[in-house]
């Protein structure tokens, strides 16, 4: 796996030192205030439960199904602890694409005020990292990244400007994460879970904002040009975020089947034939909606979905309306 990436967006020195953005200072200095500490802030001492699962049962959807309930009782477990140490890695993997990136922002930002609320950013992100990985130790299993995370984050951080880092990671990659946790805080049985996705997103929710703040003042200033390739260039990051191209290395969720001891395909087909029979709801549901309810109105909300673009959307199916 490729681990150089190349990127030709300048640092910029700015001397300025005086703000003029208070929105940013007020997220600044609550970033300071939220910071916490993985060693002290997450209760390790108390341990996984050997009898329980990490995510509710209830709460994930293929225990539903005929295919889980065939399967041994011993398989059952692996395959859910398999399936959440993959789901958990793709996170690691991912705060560690955010760290690199944030890194790139307080270079590349051009304000003062953005550098610094972007350096608080950077500790959040080494913070994050540092959490999944103590907690994939505790469940004893890892996974590579995924082939389409890393083919986005590589598009993100190889980004020639500040504006399509900031819209590839604190919009998109950060509503994923987002959407993402906020089903984990439902779905989490584990009490130290529960603890690490009530801190991290804590900290998501400022990310999410940083971009929002900076890109809707930003892309209404952006020549006519820029913003159209800033429209382009998101539209590319969900085309492989969804599946479209990319992800030609890297790991496959299959895997975790596989170290269960399960035909991944076979699984998927039983599964699929189930759920058409059931309701006619295609596998991806959950995943979508994160789509639909955080990443693409956010993307809407800092001018990105134009008319120009919007029949696009419509047609991958991200915005339902006509
Ligand atoms: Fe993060
Ligand atoms: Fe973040």
Aim: negative net charge.
């Amino acid at each position: 796996m490729k681990l150089e990436v190349e990127t030709t967006c300048p640092t910029q020195w700015r001397f300025e030192y005086q703000s003029n953005d208070p929105a940013l200072d007020d997220l600044y200095e609550r970033a300071k205030k939220d910071q916490w500490n993985v060693s002290v802030d997450i209760p390790w001492d108390q341990g996984l439960r050997e009898d329980s699962d990490v995510f509710k049962r209830a709460e994930t959807a293929i225990t539903q199904t005929k295919f889980f309930n065939s399967l041994t009782e011993q398989t059952q477990s692996d395959l859910l602890a398999n399936q959440a140490a993959f789901m958990l890695s793709q996170f690691m993997h991912g705060e560690q694409g955010a760290l690199l990136c944030c890194g790139q922002l307080v270079d590349c930002v051009p304000s003062i005020e953005g550098k610094l609320y972007a350096a608080t950013q950077v500790m959040d992100e080494a913070r994050h990292v540092e959490v999944f990985h103590r907690y994939l130790g505790l469940l004893d299993r890892s996974y590579d990244i995924a082939g389409g995370l890393k083919d986005v984050l590589d598009a993100i951080l190889a980004a020639d400007s500040w504006q399509a880092k900031c819209v590839g990671m604190q919009i998109m990659v950060e509503s994923l994460a987002m959407g993402t946790f906020r089903n984990m805080m439902i779905q989490a049985e584990d009490p130290i879970l529960q603890s690490i996705v009530r801190l991290t997103a804590q900290d998501e929710t400022r990310h999410v904002a940083f971009g929002i703040l900076s890109l809707s003042e930003e892309i209404p200033k952006m020549p006519e040009e820029d913003r159209i390739a800033l429209e382009d260039f998101a539209l590319a990051a969900l085309g492989i975020l969804q599946g479209r191209g990319g992800g030609g290395g890297g790991a496959n969720a299959g895997q975790a089947a596989i170290d269960a001891g399960i035909d991944p395909q076979e699984m998927r087909d039983a599964i699929a034939k189930e759920r058409k029979e059931a309701t006619g709801q295609s596998f991806k549901t959950e995943q979508r909606s994160v789509l639909h309810e955080y990443m693409v109105p956010n993307l809407a909300k800092v001018g990105l979905i134009s008319d120009r673009i919007r029949p696009q959307y419509q047609e991958y199916g991200l915005i339902r309306e006509a």
